[in-house]
């Protein structure tokens, strides 16, 4: 074989191995059904791989990024998780739900400045509601009472007394901390909004209240 034959039949070749390679590759339906099947036995350690496997073939798919950053969670790799919930995040900067899924992922990293600076600039750019909350569940988990009393009141305040969110994170911030009166309260409030929902109705009932309608109160920040 002359040099140039020898030397011609070199890309060919590379493509055969490529395809070969190829060739060895499950369809994208496969993986994402095996990834979902592993999810649903629990096996979070398989399903992070076949999630793993997805994005990495198809960057762009938001549902599989999100399993795979839920399975990392379950296995308790909130460091690997964070780099995920960031790219979801930058995908939809708009996205509460992408934004609670990072500074979830912060928080169990342990990046306590980087959780408390990213809640607290989603709140300067924006200040909606979900961003005060955000700041102030955050806030208490850390230990920052004040601060997430401030929030959390903020929350209620932009608001209007319209949802039971603001409402509910102000009951769970007084149940931290050990304050049932203030957390009935505010729970009474939630009532008075949503008459019918039953897990407000049911820590009414866990706290010594007598729940049902004559039990709601005014939120304090309905105009």
């Known amino acids: 074989m002359t040099t140039f034959r020898f030397l011609a039949l070199i890309p060919i070749a590379s493509l055969a191995i490529l395809s070969g390679c190829n060739a060895t590759q499950r369809p994208l339906p496969v993986v994402k059904s095996s990834a979902e099947y592993y999810v649903g036995t629990e096996n979070y350690s398989a399903a992070a791989v076949d999630f793993r496997e ?7 798919d938001v549902p599989m990024r999100v399993g795979l950053v839920n399975a990392l969670l379950q296995l308790d790799q909130p460091k690997d998780a964070r780099i995920h919930a960031q790219v979801l995040n930058d995908l939809r900067p708009s996205s509460d739900e992408f934004a609670d899924l990072l500074a979830r992922t912060l928080y169990e990293a342990g990046e306590r400045d980087a959780v408390v ?9 924006r200040g909606r509601v979900a961003d005060y909350i955000r ?9 920052n009472i004040d601060e997430a009393r401030i929030a959390l009141s903020t929350a209620a305040r932009v608001d209007n007394g319209r949802t039971i969110a603001p409402q509910i994170a102000l009951a769970d911030l ?7 009166t203030n957390e009935a309260k505010r729970l009474k409030m939630a009532l008075y909004i949503d008459p019918e929902n039953k897990i407000v109705l049911k820590r009414i009932e866990d706290l010594g209240e007598v729940a049902g ?3 709601a109160i005014r939120p304090d920040e309905l105009p």
């Open 213 to 215: 309608p004559t039990a």
């Open 135 to 143: 700041l102030g569940t955050y806030s208490a988990k850390l230990g």
């Open 174 to 180: 007084y149940k931290q901390l050990n304050d049932p």
């Open 117 to 125: 600076s990213f809640c607290q600039k989603r709140v300067a750019e």
């Open 54 to 60: 997805y994005v990495e073939r198809r960057p762009d």
